[in-house]
Antibody, heavy 119, light 111 residues
Framework: QVQLVESGGGLVKPGGSLRLSCVASGFTFSDYYMSWIRQAPGKGLEWVSYISSSSTYTNYADSVKGRFTISRDNAKNSLYLQMNSLRAEDTAVYYC????????????WGQGTLVTVSS | QSALTQPASVSGSPGQSITISCTGTSSDVGGYNYVSWYQQHPGKAPKLMIYDVTNRPSGVSNRFSGSKSGNTASLTISGLQAEDEAAYYCSSYTSSSTLGVFGGGTKLTVL
């Protein structure tokens, strides 16, 4: 069965950096687009970034452009999100999700990892 | 402010039907058949319930259905059950952004 397991969240000071990881299993990882989606405490969902199956295409929300970098290692079935210059408003649960590029929807989600940006 | 507008809350009694609306523009909901719906229970990850406006993934109950008229998409849940109590989010492709957009979410209460 499809599984996505995120890790790497934690408490970081404003201006700091963090790298999130997501390990996939149960499907051919290299065939699919992947995304990071976040949810601030008590708030709705925000699509943060996506990456194409072979890393050719990436896109970012305006709120994170220039600060976050998405990447993947298909040999390791892994997705990453490098987050720099973190701000308090980046505090959220970050989900990785398998993304259907022909319909812009997310058919499998991880359990999420909490990132807290606070001094 | 979310790009897609959903009611903050809806409620219904067991066995009843409810509909959650998701209003956008011709640049997103109205212009493309790329609307999806997600169910999220407290403390859990979202789960895909509907994709491409009307399609149900394998394993999702046929009590859930999707539709669209103009710039508004709708999720209908028939035969309400206690386990349907959750937050529901719509999402759509948009030509206004390089990424898709979500609605603000609707909290469904089963009375």
């Amino acid at each position: 069965q499809v599984q996505l397991v995120e890790s790497g969240g934690g408490l970081v000071k404003p201006g700091g950096s963090l790298r999130l990881s997501c390990v996939a299993s149960g499907f051919t990882f290299s065939d699919y687009y992947m995304s990071w989606i976040r949810q601030a405490p008590g708030k709705g969902l925000e699509w943060v970034s996506y990456i194409s199956s072979s890393s050719t295409y990436t896109n970012y929300a305006d709120s994170v452009k220039g600060r976050f970098t998405i990447s993947r290692d298909n040999a390791k079935n892994s997705l990453y999100l490098q987050m720099n210059s973190l701000r308090a408003e980046d505090t959220a649960v970050y989900y990785c999700a398998r993304t259907q590029a022909d319909g812009y929807y997310f058919d499998y989600w991880g359990q999420g990892t909490l990132v807290t940006v606070s001094s | 402010q979310s790009a897609l507008t959903q009611p903050a809350s809806v409620s219904g009694s067991p066995g009843q039907s409810i509909t959650i609306s998701c209003t956008g523009t011709s640049s997103d909901v109205g212009g493309y058949n790329y609307v999806s719906w997600y169910q999220q229970h407290p403390g859990k990850a979202p789960k895909l319930m509907i994709y491409d406006v009307t399609n149900r993934p394998s394993g999702v109950s046929n009590r859930f259905s999707g539709s669209k008229s103009g710039n508004t998409a709708s999720l209908t849940i028939s035969g309400l059950q206690a386990e349907d109590e959750a937050a529901y989010y719509c999402s759509s492709y948009t030509s206004s952004s390089t990424l898709g957009v979500f609605g603000g979410g609707t909290k469904l209460t089963v009375l």
